[in-house]
């Protein structure tokens, strides 16, 4: 069944350090998400992404966060200077189109100390 | 603005016994409402969704979930749990289907199940 996959999962970091979180979305799907999730609480939505652009963004998603898809396959969320809040799991999640629901991945746990 | 409450941090129930974790939900139109299920330290997965049609939609594991517009509910049931059942239960809200419209998850339910 296919899947999507996320690297790495897990990263600790330095506060104020770069960090670029990988996703691979199922290959047919269209449509692009990040989410996060705190302590193991609500999942928060960041962004979605369709057809190289930004779709929608959250309040969350802010100038430090940028997300692209350079090569058709990666998906990336990245944080340009990371602070403490920012620790927390992200997922990447895709979706078909037309059917509804989303796929997610494992997730990726960021520690920034 | 769309939003979804599940009013239950969590739900303890016996094994063998009925299980129901509660969600309402406000969104502007047509809701399309899922219910996710993450097991611990995994990602999402989906169970069942409502789109339209039959107000009772039946899902995967035994899992069923009843829209109510009325309500504004659309609560997640299976007649008799199991301890496997045991887990984190998101109901969620989309305005559309398809992509560029986010889904919102609400907080979460903890499902404890004991044998």
């Known amino acids: 069944e296919p899947e999507v996959t996320q690297t790495p999962s897990h990263q600790v970091t330095q506060m104020g350090q770069e960090v670029i979180l990988r996703c691979v979305p199922i290959s047919n799907h269209l449509y692009f998400y990040w989410y996060r999730q705190i302590l193991g609480q609500k999942v928060e939505f960041l962004v979605s992404?369709?057809?190289?652009?930004?779709?929608?963004k959250s309040e969350i998603f802010d100038d430090q966060f940028s997300v692209e898809r350079p090569d058709g396959s990666n998906f990336t969320l990245k944080i340009r200077s990371t602070k403490l809040e920012d620790s927390a799991m992200y997922f990447c999640?895709?979706?078909?189109?037309?059917?509804?629901?989303?796929?997610f991945g494992e997730g990726s746990r960021l520690t920034v100390l | 603005a769309q939003s979804v409450a599940q009013p239950e941090d969590q739900v303890n129930v016996a094994e063998g016994n009925p299980l129901t974790v509660k969600c309402t939900y406000s969104v502007s139109g047509n809701p399309y409402l899922f219910w996710y299920v993450q097991y611990p330290n995994r990602g999402l997965q989906f169970l069942l969704k409502y789109i339209t049609g039959d107000n009772l939609v039946k899902g995967s594991y035994g899992f069923e979930a009843e829209f109510n517009k009325s309500q504004t509910s659309f609560h997640l049931k299976k007649p008799s749990a199991l301890v496997s059942d045991s887990a984190l239960y998101f109901c969620?809200?989309?305005?559309?289907?398809?992509?560029?419209?986010?889904?919102?998850f609400g907080a979460g339910t903890r499902l404890f199940v004991k044998a």
């Open positions: 992404f369709y057809n190289n652009e930004i779709s929608e």
């Open positions: 999640a895709s979706l078909g189109g037309g059917t509804g629901e989303l796929f």
């Open positions: 969620a809200v989309s305005p559309a289907i398809g992509g560029g419209f986010k889904t919102i």
